[in-house]
């Protein structure tokens, strides 16, 4: 069974820096793009970061010089550094991997940043 499990998620304050973990079962890790979305309360899911196997990545603009997308293909797991958090950042953060048509999601960790 294909598992995709986060952590990383906590309070923080405003400026502060946390990073989410994501660690995956895929047999063959490389062939997936793996990606972080966030979902604030009320809002729809959106795209955070992504990351394919060969290490080519895409931001939001609304994280774009704070959050950085890596990735470790040995160990199967993805990061995502977050940098000068702002209370706007305060979601739901999700972990996603994606191959072909094929769609995985973790079951998510919270980020909260207290101004």
């Known amino acids: 069974q294909v598992q995709l499990v986060e952590s990383g998620g906590g309070l923080v304050q405003a400026g502060g820096s946390l990073r989410l973990s994501c660690a995956a079962s895929?047999?063959?890790?490389?062939?997936?793009?793996m990606g972080w979305y966030r979902q604030a309360p009320g809002k729809q899911r959106e795209l955070v970061a992504d990351?394919?196997?060969?290490?080519?990545?895409k931001y939001a603009d609304s994280v774009k010089d704070r959050f950085i997308i890596t990735r470790d293909n040995t160990r199967k797991t993805v990061y995502l550094q977050m940098n000068s958090l702002k209370s706007e950042d305060t979601a739901a953060y999700f972990c996603?991997?994606?191959?072909?048509?094929?769609?995985?999601w973790g079951q998510g960790t919270q980020v909260t940043v207290s101004s």
């Open positions: 895929f047999t063959f890790f490389y062939d997936y793009t």
């Open positions: 990351i394919t196997g060969g290490g080519s990545t």
């Open positions: 996603h991997g994606l191959h072909g048509s094929l769609h995985y």
